[in-house]
């Protein structure tokens, strides 16, 4: 096994996403880990080596485009990464993405709040009532208003409110 990543000259005893970590980080990963926000999903990776006696900490924010861009399977977007190698902000999110209007939203789409600070999963269209209207969309996000991953209706929980990507 290579050298740990962190500290170059001990020996690496735990492989996460193709780098070695030695036995002191990973006592430090494990200790990061417990206390992630109880709503991040996946929980395991959002830490990240901050150096300096601060060591290996729960990565600052709510983790709803790390969520995401896990769903999604995506390591790509550039900025700051989970220890998997996911991005974690959200403007990796619409990175390559195209808008899609309501009205032709799909499953599998993307959902960004108006505010571009909350991101989610369309997983169920329902069709438009009426002729004209909107389809039913229901949205699953990690969320840290309801402390875990939810999955709620965009017209009535988001108020119809938002961008869809694709």
């Not at 990973?26 to 990061?32: H, R």
């Not at 999903?41 to 924010?61: L, S, T």
């Not at 799909?106 to 600070?117: F, N, Q």
């Not at 969320?143 to 990507?165: K, L, M, P």
Request: glycine letters at 14%.
């Amino acid at each position: 096994m290579a050298n740990c990543e962190v500290h170059s000259g001990v020996a690496g005893v735990l492989t996460i996403n193709g780098k070695s970590y030695c036995s002191r980080c990973q006592v430090d990963i494990m200790g990061a880990r417990v206390r992630v926000s109880q709503h991040v999903e996946p929980k395991a990776c959002f830490v990240w080596y901050e150096g300096g006696v601060r060591g290996w900490q729960p990565i600052p924010g709510t983790g709803c485009a790390h969520w995401l861009l896990h769903q999604l399977g995506r390591k790509s977007g550039g900025g700051p990464t989970c220890l998997e190698g996911y991005p974690i902000r959200m403007s990796s999110v619409s990175v390559g993405r195209v808008p899609v209007a309501v009205a032709n939203v799909r499953v599998k789409d993307i959902y960004v709040s108006p505010s571009a600070d909350h991101t989610g999963l369309v997983i169920k269209v329902t069709p438009a009532a009426k002729p004209g209207g909107n389809p039913g969309i229901t949205i699953r996000h990690d969320s840290s208003a309801q402390g875990r991953v939810a999955e709620n209706d965009f017209s009535t929980y988001f108020h119809g409110r938002g961008s869809f990507y694709r």
